[in-house]
């Protein structure tokens, strides 16, 4: 793995693929790491008519931050460089995108994120990229 994207939602199963990278860095060597943090868009009309365009992206950006928070710190204390990033869209569909737009050649991610809380064995998002990837993708529970 040289080039290596991991979602970030904030959940621990997110955090864990982190650690993942770090234990495989430590035993591999190095890679470039890209942590992304994809917001789903508020499409409501009703929001938009009470909430400047300003506002939104404010809000995205704060949320964002907070989803990336422990990662980073994981990573900060490792001494592993990354970067960030943050995207607004269909989470897996933007997972996909980015990962080709950056030429990763693998994608870590947990199985299941905030969001999967019904999900047996795989969340829906989860599902979708490892359907829509074109490459590998390297699932951690």
Known sequence: M???LIPIDGSENALRAVKYMIDH???HGDCAIHLLNVQIPIVSGAVRAF???????????DESSAALAEARSVLDAAGVSY?????????AATITAYAAE???DHIVMGS?????AGSLL???VALKVLHTAHIPVVMIN
């Open 112 to 116: 299941r994120g905030l969001g999967a």
């Open 122 to 124: 795989l969340g829906s």
């Open 83 to 91: 970067q960030t990033q943050m995207r607004v869209g269909p989470v």
């Open 51 to 61: 909430v400047t365009p300003e506002m939104i992206r404010d809000y995205y950006e």
């Open 25 to 27: 860095i430590r035993e």
């Open 2 to 4: 040289k080039n290596v």
């Open 102 to 104: 950056q030429h990763c």
